[in-house]
């Protein structure tokens, strides 16, 4: 059974995409040249800026249309969509650009081109956040559905069933589950009729009116279920399969490689790798400059504070290990006495090796402003999870064996663990997930919103050591 209502809904949302553009850019001509808040000395044609509507929207409908916008959206989430949104306007703008220059005779002065290019961003993500607020309102209320099924009966089915059971507006529906158990026959889980015969697969899919199957079913015996798959699929069911990792973690989004005719399914590496660490580097190197341009007096303050609060230098120096399991030098100002610097241990309430003004650098993180110069030398990132000391890392290693996929990517100044309280004494394990969390699912977006939020959790928390 083929998507009922996905032809007219992606149909309205090209034609509400090509009828914002067309009229944002004629909106744009109007505000630049008769509002009387832009100087000019002529006024182009109209009629000419009205005939450019025509490759202007067939270009950005191209570049959308390549990026993926038109793209079932059901199942996608929030940061995926608003990266297709940038990554199209972006794209279709320079397109558009680069057409206007090479066109003859273009009398378009850079106010209306940056005009047209604030509109045009601002309204088509007004227009998808709608769009995708409508859709998700009214699957929420049971319109617009997809019915589904589920082969297998065990844990990973039933995960299955409740993450998307938590995400009522994808509008997916389980209907039924089965499995090769006869005992299960008629019987319910969580709710959901159980059939115990695999073999009528078929059969129940077409009274159920089924749009899609997910395999959820692991094994040697799940060979057999292939076939059924096979004919499900040429009858128009969309077939899912929940791979079977084995322990293994996945660290970005899984992805399928095809070598000649043979296709893998693979557990890709963190999305941290290639251009993506080179545009956080990029990131990094920039905002940290600007810290550092913003923090020099303070910073010079501190220093002076600390070199008078009590012998010692003012900079205090620890080894850490970082991406790739290589030990760097992490840079702090001292907040302890001279005889106990040394000494290996996390921060603790009421430390008693603190000095006064080590006291209240502690409280404020102030005492990790000199970690700007790490995050500049390449040592650091300023979003990232946080380097421990050498021989805490080969101690946790034990302990904890995905502990060591935190060495995927740089340390940082902050992260998402950070921001939602785990920091220096608290649960180990809680930490690690906040910081696999990270990994898995990084973005330049997610990087502005933990740095955001840093400095609002620092005081929430400014007491805390």
């Known amino acids: 059974m083929l998507k ?66 038109y793209e079932s959206m ?43 290019f604030i509109f045009l961003t601002t309204g088509l993500l007004i227009s998808q956040m709608l769009t995708v607020l409508i859709l998700r309102y009214f699957r929420s209320k049971g319109y617009n559905q997809r019915f589904y099924g589920i082969i297998g009966t065990g844990k990973a089915a039933l995960k299955l069933l409740h993450d998307i059971r938590r995400n009522s507006y994808f509008g997916l529906q389980c209907l039924f589950f089965i499995d090769d158990k006869p005992q299960l026959e008629g019987k319910r889980l969580q709710g959901i009729r159980i059939f115990g015969d695999i073999s009528k697969l078929p059969e129940i899919v077409k009274e159920n009116k089924i749009d899609e199957i997910y395999l959820a079913k692991n094994g040697s015996d799940t060979t057999t279920i292939y076939p059924l798959l096979e004919e499900l699929q040429c009858s128009g069911i969309t077939v899912r399969i929940l791979p079977d990792w084995s322990g293994l973690t996945a660290l970005g989004k899984a992805s399928t490689v095809t070598i000649g005719s043979s296709v893998l399914f693979a557990s890709s590496d963190c999305t941290l790798s290639g251009a993506n660490n ?68 996390w921060t603790v309430k009421n430390d008693p090796r603190r000095t ?72 180990l394990r809680k930490r690690i997930q906040y910081d696999i969390y990270y990994i898995r699912n990084w973005s330049v977006w997610l990087d502005i919103l933990i740095l955001i939020r840093t400095p609002f959790q620092l005081i929430k928390h400014k007491h805390e050591y």
């Not at 005779?105 to 081109?113: A, C, E, H, Q």
């Not at 030398?377 to 000391?389: A, C, H, I, T």
């Not at 890392?393 to 340390?411: A, G, I, L, T």
Request: contains cysteine.
């Open 4 to 69: 009922r209502y996905f032809a007219i809904v992606n149909f309205i949302r090209i034609g509400t995409d090509v009828a914002s553009i067309a009229i944002l850019w004629n909106l744009v001509y109007f505000i630049r040249f008769y509002t009387g808040l832009f100087d000019y000395s002529t006024i182009p044609s109209y009629q000419r800026h009205l005939i450019l509507s025509v490759p202007v929207v067939i270009i950005m409908y191209l570049c959308r249309l390549w990026v993926g916008i």
């Open 74 to 116: 059901r199942i996608q989430s929030a940061f995926e969509l608003l990266r297709k949104q940038i990554e199209s306007i972006v794209l279709g703008y320079l397109f558009v650009i680069f057409f206007l220059y090479y066109s003859e005779s273009v009398p378009y002065t850079r106010v209306l081109l940056l005009l047209f």
């Open 278 to 345: 080179i545009l956080k580097s990029i990131f990094d190197r920039m905002v940290a400059f600007i810290l550092l341009c913003l923090f020099c007096l303070p910073m010079l303050v501190i220093a002076i504070l600390v070199k008078l609060s009590s012998k010692g230098p003012f900079f205090y120096k620890q080894k850490r290990v970082g991406m790739d399991r290589c030990v760097f030098e992490i840079l702090k100002f001292r907040t302890m006495e001279t005889t106990h610097t040394e000494t290996p241990g």
């Open 356 to 427: 006064r003004i080590g006291t209240f650098l502690r409280s404020t993180s102030l005492d990790e402003l000199p970690q700007l110069i790490n995050v500049i030398k390449g040592e650091m990132s300023l979003v990232g999870p946080r380097p421990e000391q050498p021989h805490y890392v080969e101690k946790f290693s034990e302990e904890y064996k995905r502990y060591m996929f935190r060495h995927k990517v740089k340390s940082g100044m902050t992260g998402w663990a950070q921001i939602h309280g785990f920091r220096g004494d608290t649960s």
